[in-house]
């Protein structure tokens, strides 16, 4: 199983970036789908969760800002993040729950900056 993330960047705050992240390899089912991400010096943390059903759960500091979404036809994630903010930079990782084994994908670095 292997995760791609794709989308990071560098922009300025108040703008928008989508990231996506497509799961490839033998998969029969993903329980949940989610990004995290670890800003320097910081542990890494949950942004937003999403599962096979459409259910969401965010972190309180990306509600009302970042949409996580799923094609499951495609084995695909997305994280709209619109309104970002200078806090928001960081290396964001997706994730992929596969059973019981959590999969990750490499980091795409968001950069938040005038």
């Known amino acids: 199983v292997q995760l791609q993330a794709s989308g990071g960047g560098l922009v300025q705050p108040g703008g928008s970036l989508r990231l996506s992240c497509v799961v490839s390899g033998t998969i029969f089912s993903i329980n949940y789908m989610g990004w995290y991400r670890q800003a320097p010096g910081k542990q890494r943390e949950l942004v937003a969760i999403?599962?096979?059903?459409?259910?969401?759960n965010y972190a309180d500091s990306v509600k009302g800002r970042f949409t996580i979404s799923r094609d499951n036809a495609k084995n695909t994630v997305y994280l709209q993040m619109n309104s970002l903010k200078p806090e928001d930079t960081a290396a964001y990782y997706c994730?992929?729950?596969?059973?019981?084994?959590?999969?990750w994908g490499q980091g795409t670095q968001v950069t938040v900056s005038s």
């Open positions: 994730n992929a729950v596969i059973g019981a084994t959590h999969y």
């Open positions: 999403i599962t096979s059903g459409g259910s969401t």
